[in-house]
């Protein structure tokens, strides 16, 4: 039988996390997920308890609040840490797929805030390409989209002004 008191203090402790996100009170949602994984943590190993499927609900939290607090390199990890899990195991209809959205989406802000706008602009197209196809509700989606798509705009048009990397045969002999 599960360790009722930390499942559920664990659970308690994400669903701060969500609400605390939505209030874009950034420091107390990070806090939040860290404790939550602290207190999935205390169940032992032998019971039966999806430790890396919770561990990436919280890292997909912690990599927005992250990315909320200009910590980029670390949004950028939890970020991975959490696609790592959903990108293999990962249902966009279920519940779950709101968490695989804002992880995706919190991928794109840490790119884009290291500077690394060719990486980051696939990411915010495929954000906004998930949040289309999900049919449930998802927290934060207009929001998401409109930062998105002024992000797709801006970093398309930086990109598009860029010279190619490499030269043609005549401006490599000129």
Known sequence: MKPLKEVAGAYLALSD????????NYDAAAASCRR?????RTMPPEEAFD?????????????EALAGLGSF???LRSADLALHHFNRRGELKLDEGKLWISAVFSRALAFDGLGRG?????????AVAMLDERKGETPGKER???????????????????KPDYKAWWEFWS
């Open 118 to 126: 060719a990486e980051a602009l696939p990411e915010f197209r495929k």
């Open 17 to 24: 996390a969500q609400r605390q996100l939505l209030e874009s």
């Open 73 to 75: 390199d670390e949004a």
């Open 144 to 162: 998401m989209k409109e930062v998105a798509f002024a992000r797709i705009a801006e970093l398309g048009a930086s990109n598009q002004h860029k």
């Open 36 to 40: 939550a994984m602290e207190i999935s």
């Open 51 to 63: 430790h890396a499927g919770f561990d990436a609900f919280c890292h997909a939290g912690l990599a």
